[in-house]
């Protein structure tokens, strides 16, 4: 069965968006990653000052801190970006987040996250559909 060359066309071009976009797309990951690492960072109970310091956000392919919450040293992925608390000096930041049996919960990360996380996720989503549209139509 013969295609058309408009079908070959909108293949070709279905094939080269993933790539594109996901390229496109790495900064705007970082950029919203920073803006909730930052509500973290205010969030975060000031005692010393190293666990503010210790919010870090890791960009596509990098790798995370050793003894980073949560997950511990991992590589992010190409189409993620990932906000960690800690570092090999600051490796209690779940104590405070969760507290102890001699110490109330001070929350700080997961409240940050699930306020300003869905921001930042439209936030990506519409600069997805721009790059999805400039990049079909430049096809």
Known sequence: ???????????????????????????????????????????????????????????????????????????AANNEAIITVGNTVVRYPHLIEYGTSKMAAQPYFWPAVRTYGPRGQRAIKLALGKLVKAAWQQS
Do not use: C, W
């Open 1 to 75: 069965m013969a295609h058309s060359k408009q079908l070959q066309a909108f293949d070709k071009v279905m094939r080269e968006l993933p790539d594109v976009v996901a390229k496109a797309i790495e900064p705007k990951l970082v950029i919203e990653a920073n803006k909730i690492a930052g509500r973290i960072q205010r969030a975060a109970p000031e005692d010393s000052g190293d666990l503010k310091d210790s919010v870090v956000v890791t960009p596509p392919g990098q790798s995370t801190p050793a003894y980073s919450q949560p997950g511990g040293s991992r590589i």
